[in-house]
């Protein structure tokens, strides 16, 4: 991409010297007036007025504005990103998460608006855990289905997901229920995936329970609801990532069963719809008790 800068300046005709005859140098001669021809200027009868010049300015894009290649951006961020630096000071603006804004920004313009493409490598400190997620218009990070990428924290390797979203859950209901009500969702999604043939064969899709480990060890408090959100995953080992082609093939094959799970009628039905409503419901009376307001009946 080229930047481009348009200007328009005003230009002033020259005027003849005193006492020259129009279009008549000072030595009698004839010459040709440049802007013979042309329009009188502003002000009318072939006075002095001012012309418009046009400036246009080109600017090559600097390498920080150019969207990165998936492939390239993954290895670099499995190869570089270390959370637990004690010389990288957590900042927008730091090369990691410069490099993974432009890693997102390419995959948003490989996948198209369809779906949404957000990252993260953390929220005032370094993630263990940084991700990229594509969601669909109806999902969010904070509740719903959505496809990932998670990073393990030691960067060993990165895991392509269908996974689920888990802050509201947990604010509503606590952990206990939200974790069982992942239980179900991730049980029907493994289940239609499977007796739909959702997938191709040899996708690569790993729709095991437990199958993923992030590695964050103890004290990483969301390394552990992400593990359990996950429905089915695939491995990729740093060194080892395929093509840009064939992970955008991936990225594809999951997007396109993403999205029959999201149309199904039974999945709209039974699991979204009643989730939605209890979540909206809870949400509403604490709201309600925090502003001192009688909760609504349901």
């Known amino acids: 991409a080229v930047f481009a800068s348009l200007s328009i300046r005003r230009a002033t005709r020259p005027s003849a010297s005193a006492g020259d005859d129009e279009g008549e140098a000072a030595d009698g001669t004839a ?3 440049p802007m013979d021809g042309a329009p009188d200027c502003p002000g009318g009868g072939g006075v002095v007025g001012e012309w418009p010049r046009v400036e246009l300015r080109l600017k090559l894009p600097s390498p920080e504005d150019v969207p990165t290649r998936l492939h390239d951006g993954l290895e670099r961020i499995l190869a570089e990103y270390n959370s637990s630096s004690r010389t990288a000071r957590f900042s927008k603006e730091h090369p990691w998460c410069r490099l993974l804004e432009r890693t997102e920004r390419g995959l ?6 369809g779906f949404a493409v957000r990252s993260s490598m953390g929220k005032g400190a370094w993630a263990k855990v940084p991700w990229i997620s594509l969601s669909g218009p109806t999902e969010s990070m904070q509740h719903g289905l ?8 030691d960067m060993s390797g990165i895991y392509l997901c269908l996974a689920q979203g888990t802050a509201r859950l947990k604010a509503a209901f606590g952990h206990t229920a939200a974790h069982k009500h992942l239980e179900h969702v991730n049980r029907f999604v493994r289940g239609m995936v499977l007796d739909e043939q959702l997938l191709p064969s ?3 899709l790993c729709t095991l329970p437990d199958f993923v480990d992030l590695r964050a060890g103890k004290g990483a408090a969301l390394a552990p609801d ?5 429905v089915m995953s695939r491995l990729y080992v740093r060194g080892q990532l395929p093509s840009e082609a064939e992970l955008l093939g991936h990225i594809n094959e999951l997007l396109d069963a993403y999205s029959k799970v999201l149309r ?8 979204k719809k009643p989730i939605d409503a209890e979540l909206m419901a809870v ?16």
């Open 264 to 271: 199904d009628d039974f999945y709209l039905t039974n699991i």
């Open 226 to 230: 992400y593990e359990k959100a996950v």
């Open 202 to 204: 040899g996708s690569g």
């Open 283 to 298: 949400e509403r009376r604490s709201r309600a008790a925090a502003g001192g307001e009688r909760p609504e009946r349901s």
């Open 146 to 153: 959505f496809a990932q990428f998670l990073f393990r924290a």
């Open 108 to 113: 948003q313009r490989a996948v198209g608006s």
């Open 31 to 33: 010459h040709a007036d």
